[in-house]
């Protein structure tokens, strides 16, 4: 067709036809992007574990819950009936939520819960992430039993970056109460001190053999065939707990982790953290005699000065029959690290990088428009009310957790979101949370004397599109922890992390700005530091979190609020109609 001619409608048409022709068979992703639609029944059922038999909150009747599938580009709709005696909400974990902050799911943050006998939908798209991510409930503990895979699959035809696996497993690592959780959580703010602990991890629900009064049939078992290799879909789904992992006698090739790519490496112990996702590949030997088996164990990481859960969980790979429950007694474990081993989790965590490859670049930022310093960790409110003498707390006080020495309070009578949706702000939050702790000290030595924290719904206002970058300190004030944060609505960049006080000048020199890998869950080191980057480029509310739900009851959270851009698709579309109301 020669320049200058006007083309004929025909023509024109054609043209068209070709160029989105062109388009659909250039982006695989656009092409195929389906509507998949989940309906979530919350309902109650009776689920035994360790000869304790109780009616827990499921989804649909399942524990764990249903696994739901989808692909990169996808839009995924989930009507959730609320069926149980107890306001609920779902968090789908690691989705970035683009422009669709009403999905998100934290109750207060960006909805008010869904009451006994309403309904919800949470519709979102997934949007440049693929890999496994999962999804629970955000209202007090009840993610104890509401939990799920989310597993999204590369855009049809698009291969993964590692040998294509013979075949895939989602294996969940969770936590069983005998109690019922919520009873535990309201015992424990109520006295005061630290709440109890679990009684058992578990692998998809079972907690194995190495428990009184759990049988084989209480044992998860990945059946394998010699030389085929597995994808493990790994989440730490448990309350409370930063989990060892390993497998006797295989080493496990970690290729992704929250839903990116990584560069390929080989571990035989793996550490993975609440909220967290991996996924590993596991090469069944091929020269293993036909009826063997191998444990898989999972043992806590800690490092609380109170009591923890101090078990080791067992779930077993067959290459032939099942093995007897005596005999799943006598396998032998893999070794972990001792509950303590800080070092180990260091080396591990200093393993991750981006893939950083063409097509999945690290688009790390080298620049920042703000910086800011928080302090993460325990403290104490004084007893004021206890009816029967003293609190449970550190010397007679109450546990608290900030982030900055400020205890998020939740807000009662209106979601974060509305608020901002609708400019309200008065009485409900305030935008002036501190970039720097109140004061300055040696963070990783004595702590202060005054260990009391203060209260608020403090968040920190970003206008679109701000390069962020926050160092997230641990503080030793009742004992030093690791603290694995949570970020709603971004993926960040890991760039930098050590041990003691963080060094403005020396350790920002050191950051890795080329491919440091990319979470939305990173633990803050026992005693150290992490340096986090993110593009605030998703107008909404977005809190920041402790994965540890104690941590988070307690107020070991903040929320930034990402004000709408200028253009049409940078503001935060109007909340979708059937949104609870408080
Ligand atoms: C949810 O489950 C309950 C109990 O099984 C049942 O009575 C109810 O009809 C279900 N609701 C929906 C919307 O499926
Ligand atoms: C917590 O543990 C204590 C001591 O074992 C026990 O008395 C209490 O009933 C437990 N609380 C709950 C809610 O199970
Ligand atoms: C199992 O029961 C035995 C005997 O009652 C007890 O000594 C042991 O501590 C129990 N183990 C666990 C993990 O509960
Ligand atoms: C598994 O590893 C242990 C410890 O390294 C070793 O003693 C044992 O022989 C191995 N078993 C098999 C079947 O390879
Ligand atoms: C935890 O269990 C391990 C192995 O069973 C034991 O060596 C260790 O002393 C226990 N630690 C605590 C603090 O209970
Ligand atoms: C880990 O705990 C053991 C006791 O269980 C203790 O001897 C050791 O000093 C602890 N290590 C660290 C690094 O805290
Ligand atoms: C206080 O103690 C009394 C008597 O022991 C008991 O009945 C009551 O439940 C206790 N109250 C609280 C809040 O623990
Ligand atoms: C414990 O509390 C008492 C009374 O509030 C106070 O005098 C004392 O200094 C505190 N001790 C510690 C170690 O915090
Ligand atoms: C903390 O308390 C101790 C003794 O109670 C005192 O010697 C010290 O000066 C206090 N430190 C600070 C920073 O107030
Ligand atoms: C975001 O800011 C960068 C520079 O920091 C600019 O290049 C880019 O165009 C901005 N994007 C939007 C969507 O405003
Ligand atoms: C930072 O580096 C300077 C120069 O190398 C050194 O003198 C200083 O001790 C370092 N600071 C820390 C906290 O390591
Ligand atoms: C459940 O949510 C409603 C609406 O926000 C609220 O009024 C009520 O207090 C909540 N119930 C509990 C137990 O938190
Ligand atoms: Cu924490």
């Not at 930022?365 to 325990?378: A, E, W």
């Not at 400019?423 to 005054?450: E, I, Q």
């Not at 962020?468 to 949570?486: K, R």
């Amino acid at each position: 067709m020669a320049v200058g001619r006007r083309l004929s409608p025909a023509c024109l048409l054609l043209l068209r036809l070709t160029v989105a022709l062109v388009v659909l068979t250039a982006l695989p992703e656009l092409a195929a992007a389906r509507t998949r639609r989940y309906t979530f029944n919350v309902t109650m059922a009776t689920v035994t574990r360790l000869c304790v038999t109780k009616s827990v909150p499921t989804v649909n009747g399942q524990f764990p819950g249903p696994r739901l599938v989808v692909r990169e580009g996808d839009r995924l709709v989930v009507q959730v009936h609320n069926n149980i005696n107890s306001n609920v909400t779902f968090h789908w974990h690691g989705v970035r939520q683009l422009r669709s902050g009403w999905a998100d799911g934290p109750s207060y943050i960006t909805q008010c819960p869904i009451r006994p006998g309403q309904s919800y939908a949470y519709d979102f798209r997934i949007v440049g992430q693929r890999g496994t991510l999962w999804w629970h409930a955000h209202f007090s503990w009840l993610r104890a039993t509401l939990y799920g895979p989310l597993v999204i699959l590369p855009p049809r035809g698009v291969p993964y970056p590692f040998p294509k696996p013979d075949r895939q497993v989602t294996l969940m690592l969770g936590e069983w109460f005998n109690a019922d959780p919520e009873a535990v959580i309201k015992q424990a703010l109520q006295t005061g001190g630290a709440p109890n602990v679990s009684d058992a991890y578990t692998f998809n629900g079972l907690p194995g053999p190495t428990y009184n009064c759990s049988s084989g049939d209480d044992t998860f078992r990945l059946r394998v065939r010699p030389g085929r290799t597995y994808l493990l879909r790994l989440v730490n789904a448990a309350l409370n707990d930063e989990l060892f992992f390993a497998v006797a006698n295989h080493t496990l090739t970690v290729v992704q982790a929250d839903a990116s790519y990584v560069k390929p490496f080989a571990a035989a112990t793996l550490v993975i953290s609440p909220g967290q996702t991996m996924d590993v590949l596991l090469t069944a030997s091929a020269s293993a005699a036909p009826s063997s088996a191998f444990a898989i164990a999972v043992a806590p990481y800690t490092n609380t000065v109170g009591t923890f859960d101090n078990t080791t969980a067992v779930a077993v790979v067959e290459y032939g029959p099942h093995q007897s429950a005596a005999a799943l007694r006598s396998l032998p474990l893999p070794a972990l690290p001792r509950y303590n081993d800080t070092a180990a989790v260091a080396n591990f965590s200093a393993m991750f990088r981006s893939l950083a490859s063409a097509r999945y670049p690290a688009r790390v930022p080298r620049t920042v428009d703000r910086r800011f310093f928080f302090t993460v960790g325990l403290g104490a409110d004084p007893c004021r009310s206890r009816v029967n003498g003293t609190c449970q707390g550190p010397n007679g006080t109450r546990f608290a957790a900030s982030m900055n020495n400020v205890s998020f309070a939740m807000p009662r009578t209106t979601s974060l979101l509305q608020a901002h949706y609708q400019r309200r702000y008065s009485g409900v939050l305030a935008a002036n949370f501190p970039a720097v702790p109140p004061t300055r000290f040696d963070y990783t030595g004595a702590p202060p004397n005054n260990t009391f924290v203060t209260h608020g719904t403090r968040v920190v206002p970003l206008s679109f599109n701000t390069t962020v970058e926050v160092v997230l300190q641990d503080t030793s004030v009742l004992g030093a922890e690791s603290h694995p944060l949570h970020l709603h609505g971004y993926d960040f960049f890991v760039v930098g992390t050590g041990f003691g006080n963080y060094d403005a000048t020396n350790d920002t020199a050191r950051y890795n700005l080329v491919d440091p890998v990319q979470r939305n869950t990173v633990s803050v080191p026992t005693a150290g530091w992490v340096a986090i980057r993110f593009v605030a480029d998703n107008p909404g509310v977005w809190i920041m979190h402790c994965h540890l739900d104690v941590h988070l009851t307690w107020g070991l959270a903040m929320a930034w609020l990402v004000n709408d851009g200028p253009l049409p698709n940078q503001k935060l579309p109007p909340p979708p109609s059937d949104i609870p109301r408080c």
